[in-house]
């Protein structure tokens, strides 16, 4: 949706493995981020990219890991050392410069069960 | 990142009343963004407010910046069925980052 797609929509995993989550955007946008939402709470930034092979940590970084080799690719792994993995993940995107912000464009979210 | 405080944290509305949800802040902010999140989906930009005392209307939709840029308002006249969801305000920092309150989640009784 909007040009970021992301997959799977949902995603189980057991206990103790790590699995990715595939975010692709097609907008020409540098900057791509990825979050975290837990009910009740807001979003909550994991990783941020500004640039192609360039990422930093977000709020909650800890038990994951990305990577940024393509513009149009920002892959999160969710790894075993996450504690509570359960969660809605985000992806977006967006065109801003440092001090000119323009829009977030979110992709439709994979919803990340652990069993 | 420096947090931003919406209140309040559920709006119980009847169809066409209207409410406020309201973005504070402790510090200034440079810029703020509003976005709607419907149930099950994703959140969509709504306005971003960068002037101090800005007020910029969207239809039904009426969104203030406060004169110190450090509280932001979303106002809803009217308000519809299609207006459920949850409304979040962002502040932009450093490196493009985005911080999000916690959103203000909108049921609307018929």
């Known amino acids: 949706d909007g040009g970021i797609t992301q997959s799977p929509k949902y995603l189980f995993r057991k206990e103790g493995q790590n699995v990715t989550l595939s975010c692709e955007q097609n907008?020409?946008?540098?900057?791509m981020y990825w979050y975290r939402q837990d009910p009740g709470q807001g979003l909550r930034l994991i990783y941020y990219?500004?640039?192609?092979?360039?990422?930093q940590k977000g709020d909650i970084a800890e038990g994951y890991s990305v990577s940024r080799e393509k513009k149009e690719s920002f892959p999160l792994t969710v790894t075993s050392a996450q504690k509570n993995p359960t969660a809605f993940y985000l992806c977006a995107s967006g065109s801003g410069t440092l001090f000119n912000y323009n829009e977030q464009f979110f992709g439709p979210g994979t919803r990340l069960t652990v069993l | 990142g420096q947090q931003v405080m919406q209140i309040p944290q559920y709006q119980h509305v009847q169809e066409g009343e209207d409410f406020t949800t309201y973005c504070n802040s402790s510090?200034?902010?440079?810029?703020i963004q509003w976005y709607k999140q419907r149930p099950g989906g994703h959140p969509v930009f709504l306005i971003q407010?960068?002037?101090?005392?800005e007020v910029k209307k969207q239809k039904r939709l009426t969104f203030q910046f406060g004169e110190a840029k450090k509280n932001s308002s979303l106002h809803i006249t009217a308000t519809q069925t299609t207006d459920v969801g949850t409304y979040f305000c962002?502040?932009?920092?450093?490196?493009?980052?985005?911080?999000f309150g916690a959103g203000t989640t909108v049921t609307v009784r018929a």
């Open positions: 962002a502040r932009g920092g450093s490196d493009y980052k985005l911080s």
């Open positions: 407010l960068v002037k101090s005392g």
């Open positions: 990219s500004q640039i192609v092979n360039d990422f």
């Open positions: 907008l020409n946008h540098d900057a």
């Open positions: 510090t200034t902010l440079s810029n």
